[in-house]
């Protein structure tokens, strides 16, 4: 069964770097054709696309949020890191992580259950 | 970037209706077209992929059409549990841009 699981701070203080990590199960992300997708979801908002990381090590942001995000991979953990920089109220809402078929038709397909994260002082 | 507008915003309809929601794209995507459910207080779930690929498990009341730059999904006869916001996404080139979203509810 293919599962992922977000874990992170529920409460960062504005300015701080947030860390969330996604702990996947049931498949690896070594496996050619394998993607994790971050998404996050203000309060009452819509879905917003972050990063996502492929099986090649290949990385790609929003590019409203790049200079502020950085994903990375520890397959040894089936592990992905989300870092986000200089952490502000707007940035409050529920993160998730989500298994991506890319590489052909790209798809998020099994999604965690999210984590929320509020930002303030 | 790719924007994503879906119309309408929100939508009431009652159990058995038709609807349609429409997802445009700025430019062309090709058939790269995913829409997503998502209830309260829950994570998105995929509906139908590649534009009209529906994903195992999803009713057949679900479909999924379009390509290049213009996407429906279609709900045949709604059931109580497709009151819900549905959200359609690209993923033609990064970012994979997602589109604001449309509420369905219950009229």
């Known amino acids: 069964q293919v599962t992922l699981r977000e874990s992170g701070p529920a409460l960062v203080k504005p300015t701080q770097t947030l860390t969330l990590t996604c702990t996947l199960s049931?498949?690896?992300?070594?496996?050619?054709?394998?993607?994790v997708s971050w998404i996050r979801q203000p309060p009452g908002k819509a879905l917003e696309w972050l990063a996502r990381?492929?099986?090649?090590?290949?990385?790609f942001y929003s590019t409203s949020l790049k200079t502020r995000l950085t994903i990375s991979k520890d397959t040894s953990k089936n592990q992905v890191v989300l870092t986000m920089t200089n952490m502000d109220p707007v940035d409050t809402g529920t993160y998730y992580c989500?298994?991506?078929?890319?590489?052909?038709?790209?798809?998020?397909?099994?999604w965690g259950k999210g984590t929320t994260v509020t930002v303030s002082s | 970037d790719i924007q994503m507008t879906q119309s309408p915003s929100s939508l009431s309809a009652s159990v058995g209706d038709r609807v349609t929601i429409t997802c445009r794209a700025s430019?062309?995507?090709?058939?790269?077209l995913n829409w997503y459910q998502q209830k309260p207080g829950k994570a998105p779930k995929l509906l139908i992929y590649?534009?009209?690929s529906l994903r195992s498990g999803v009713p057949s009341r679900v479909t999924g059409s379009g390509s290049e730059t213009d996407f429906t999904l279609t709900i045949s006869s709604l059931q109580p549990e497709d009151f819900a916001t549905y959200y359609c996404?690209?993923?033609?080139?990064?970012?994979?841009?997602f589109g604001q979203g449309t509420r369905l509810e219950n009229k």
């Open positions: 430019q062309t995507i090709s058939r790269y």
């Open positions: 049931g498949f690896s992300l070594s496996t050619s054709g394998m993607c």
């Open positions: 590649a534009a009209s």
């Open positions: 989500a298994r991506m078929t890319c590489g052909g038709e790209n798809y998020m397909d099994v």
């Open positions: 990381i492929d099986w090649d090590d290949d990385k």
């Open positions: 996404q690209q993923s033609y080139s990064d970012p994979y841009t």
